[in-house]
């Protein structure tokens, strides 16, 4: 019988291992050109990658929290009523 793989609780800090630094380091040297070039070749579309910009730049906390979200991304939600007879 095979075992089970268990995953490892959330915000568990995983070991670093020799790949994970050296990923890290390739990350740290990329320019942010670089990066969204990586991005694309493993088949993010234009809209995710500006995602990531905003993600990257970041809005002030105050913003996001006023407008329930990323700025730009406005979403008007539409309120269900009945009436009563």
Do not use: C, Y
Request: hydrophobic fraction near 35%; glycine fraction near 6%; charge should be negative.
């Amino acid at each position: 019988m095979a075992r089970k793989l268990s995953k490892p609780p959330e915000g568990v800090k995983l070991p670093e291992s020799a790949d994970m630094v050296a990923w890290r380091e390739e990350f740290e040297q990329m320019s942010k050109e670089e990066h969204l070039a990586k991005l694309r070749a493993l088949g993010l579309d234009d809209e995710e990658l500006e995602e990531f910009k905003e993600m990257e730049e970041g809005a002030p906390l105050e913003d996001e929290l006023l407008v329930d979200g990323p700025l730009g991304k406005e979403e008007k939600i539409k309120k269900k009523t009945t009436k009563k007879k």
